[in-house]
């Protein structure tokens, strides 16, 4: 009789029935505050039962003068948006809920938003059931509470229905984290290889500047020389030729500083690219330096490509204006 249980058991997992699987999840209407909130066009949703009840979520929580981290969250959160393409709103739901709701109003909610030209839903509450709501979600520390807007960066990803909850970073690579998003939270799938792992291309080694702007700078900015319509900031190509090593250098250890002293470049820039703030990344000396040596050796890198390319372009064509002059000449 153990015996036949213990098959039982495991003809159930293995055919996926998510009702035997999930059927005791704790993380349910009674785990889940069902407390108000606004959105940023001003309609009064309720937590457990709007927002988040029987759907695959991503939650985060920012402020909107943040010049810190909340802007790279948030620009990171586009380009997850970008590859998730329709799914954002249908079947996967993002949510950035205020931490500083006596400033974020919908008014400003909705005009942040814009900026970043996201397509997903801000919300603003009253500060104690916001407070509640990060505690439940494990995003609450109560050691770095000093009365400032200081705050745990890290959002969750999670699968009501199943009772599947995440905590990820938000700087991880955008691919992966909505793959994560979009695959793992609805059922584990198993992979199908049809390659060896022997033919499989070595990974090459990736320097602390790259690892930099992969993490910090790549939601906003390319290095490419061919600038998107939709960029929340500018091409870095050629950028040490463009602009003083010594206002770099500045620019990159503190904007915020630069645009409260109205250095003329960065308000510009900030006017250009929709009022959006550079956040202050906290770089060092040494996080400068590499991250510029990153981007001065990508650009040569792309550089040298484009010459070889016209190089052997004008050799075809040579090689075809004497294959015709021997043509005409038969």
Known sequence: ????????????LLTGHSSFLFAKTPWGEDYFPNVPLITHEGEVVHFFDDLIKDK???????????????PLETAQL?????????????????????????????????????????RWTFLTGK????????????????????????????????NQATGRWMKRSPFENSHVLADQIGNWLTGWKTATV???????????????????????????HSVTGHELAEALGPDLLNISNRREQQWLFNWLKAPDQ?????????????KKYNNLVMPNMRLN???????????????LRLQ????QTVAKTSASEDMTGVSIELLSKE
């Open 285 to 299: 000396k040494q996080e400068v330096q590499a991250l510029l040596k990153y981007i001065d050796d990508e650009t």
């Open 194 to 220: 049809t390659n060896d792992y022997k033919d499989a291309p070595k990974l090459r080694n990736i320097s602390r500047g790259e690892q930099i702007f992969r993490t910090r700078c790549a939601s906003c």
């Open 78 to 118: 586009t380009r997850v948006q970008k590859i998730m393409g329709d799914r954002l709103g249908k079947d996967v739901f993002f949510y950035s809920i205020s931490i500083d709701p006596e400033n974020d109003t919908a008014a400003v909610l909705k005009e942040y938003r814009d900026r970043f030209k996201a």
């Open 304 to 307: 040298a490509n484009s010459e």
């Open 258 to 270: 630069m645009l409260e002293n109205k250095d003329p470049i960065a308000i510009a820039l900030y």
């Open 1 to 12: 009789m153990y015996k036949y249980l213990r098959v039982a058991a495991l003809a159930l």
């Open 56 to 70: 695959v979520v991503v939650i985060n929580f920012i402020y909107t003068h943040c010049s810190d981290s909340c």
């Open 127 to 158: 500060k104690s059931d916001i407070i509640l709501l990060r505690q439940k979600l494990g995003l609450y520390i109560e050691e770095i509470q000093d009365g400032s807007n200081n705050h745990n960066v890290s959002l969750i990803i999670g």
